[in-house]
C-alpha cells in the first residue's frame, strides 16, 4: 500500500474553543499515540488528511514541525453528524515490520442465485493482523450463485501473504436470506382482492 505525507504541527492548545479554533483555519486536531511514548498533539491539514482517509487503513508519513517523520494509521475518526467534515482524529503510531490489528472492509461481487435473495454484511470490515506497511485496502469475496441459507465465513475470505485473522475462523462475514417482505405484500394484496369480490 502506498503512503500518503502529510505535514502535521505539534500544538500545546487544548479544549474546545481551541479546537474550534483549527477546525476555522480548515485544520484537524489529532493525537498521535503508542508505544508506550506520551501523545503527541497535532494539528493536520483539513483537505489532506480527508483526502488520506479515503483510504481505509491509510498509513500516513507524518512530518512534524519539518524535524520528525512518524509512520501512523487512523485507529478513530470523528466527523460532524450532519456535515460530515473531520472534527477529531487519533492516530497509532507504527513501525516498518511491526504487526497491527486492524479492519479491512469486505466487499462482495458477483449475482445471487436468482429467487429474490438478499445479501447481508454481518462485518462490514474483517478484523485481521498485517504488517503495518501491507495492510491489504480490502478483501473482495464472490457471492456468485449463492442461495438463501449460504454463508461466508471468515475462513472462506482469501488473505494475502502474510496477513491473519483476527477473528474466529467460523465467524459469518456474509449471509444469504430470503426475501419476506415481497411474498407479505403480495399475500396483503390477494386477502384484499377476495375481500373485494366477496363485497
Same mark, same amino acid.
Given at each position: 500500500?502506498s503512503?500518503?505525507?502529510i505535514s502535521?504541527?505539534s /500544538? $500545546?492548545e487544548?479544549g474546545?474553543?481551541a479546537? /474550534?479554533?483549527? /477546525? /476555522?483555519?480548515?485544520? +484537524?486536531?489529532?493525537? *498521535?499515540?503508542?508505544?508506550g511514548? =506520551?501523545p503527541?498533539? *497535532?494539528?493536520?491539514p483539513?483537505h489532506?488528511l *480527508?483526502?488520506?482517509?479515503? $483510504?481505509?487503513?491509510?498509513?500516513?508519513?507524518?512530518?512534524?514541525d519539518?524535524? $520528525?517523520n512518524e509512520?501512523?494509521?487512523?485507529?478513530a !475518526?470523528q466527523?460532524?453528524?450532519?456535515?460530515g467534515f473531520l472534527?477529531?482524529?487519533?492516530?497509532?503510531?507504527?513501525?516498518r515490520?511491526e504487526?497491527v490489528?486492524?479492519e479491512?472492509? +469486505?466487499?462482495?461481487?458477483?449475482?445471487?442465485?436468482?429467487g429474490?435473495?438478499?445479501?447481508?454484511?454481518v *462485518?462490514?470490515?474483517?478484523?485481521v493482523e498485517? =504488517? #503495518? $506497511?501491507?495492510i491489504?485496502e480490502?478483501?473482495t469475496?464472490s457471492?456468485?450463485?449463492?442461495?438463501?441459507?449460504a454463508s461466508?465465513l471468515?475462513?472462506d475470505?482469501a488473505?494475502?501473504s502474510?496477513v491473519?485473522?483476527a477473528? =474466529? =475462523?467460523d #465467524?459469518?462475514?456474509?449471509?444469504?436470506l430470503q426475501a419476506?417482505?415481497?411474498e407479505a !405484500?403480495?399475500g396483503e394484496?390477494?386477502a384484499e382482492?377476495?375481500e373485494a369480490?366477496?363485497?
Amino acid at each position: 500500500m502506498s503512503e500518503v505525507k502529510i505535514s502535521a504541527e505539534s /500544538r $500545546t492548545e487544548f479544549g474546545k474553543g481551541a479546537a /474550534r479554533r483549527i /477546525r /476555522r483555519e480548515n485544520k +484537524v486536531p489529532g493525537v *498521535l499515540y503508542g508505544h508506550g511514548s =506520551e501523545p503527541l498533539h *497535532l494539528t493536520l491539514p483539513g483537505h489532506d488528511l *480527508l483526502l488520506a482517509l479515503r $483510504t481505509p487503513n491509510v498509513l500516513i508519513s507524518l512530518d512534524i514541525d519539518g524535524k $520528525t517523520n512518524e509512520l501512523a494509521i487512523p485507529k478513530a !475518526v470523528q466527523r460532524d453528524a450532519i456535515k460530515g467534515f473531520l472534527e477529531h482524529v487519533d492516530l497509532l503510531l507504527v513501525k516498518r515490520g511491526e504487526k497491527v490489528t486492524v479492519e479491512v472492509p +469486505v466487499v462482495a461481487e458477483g449475482e445471487l442465485a436468482p429467487g429474490g435473495n438478499l445479501l447481508e454484511h454481518v *462485518l462490514n470490515a474483517l478484523p485481521v493482523e498485517a =504488517e #503495518a $506497511t501491507h495492510i491489504p485496502e480490502a478483501f473482495t469475496v464472490s457471492v456468485e450463485g449463492l442461495a438463501a441459507g449460504a454463508s461466508v465465513l471468515a475462513k472462506d475470505v482469501a488473505l494475502p501473504s502474510g496477513v491473519s485473522l483476527a477473528v =474466529e =475462523e467460523d #465467524a459469518v462475514v456474509l449471509q444469504v436470506l430470503q426475501a419476506q417482505v415481497e411474498e407479505a !405484500v403480495e399475500g396483503e394484496a390477494a386477502a384484499e382482492g377476495e375481500e373485494a369480490a366477496e363485497a
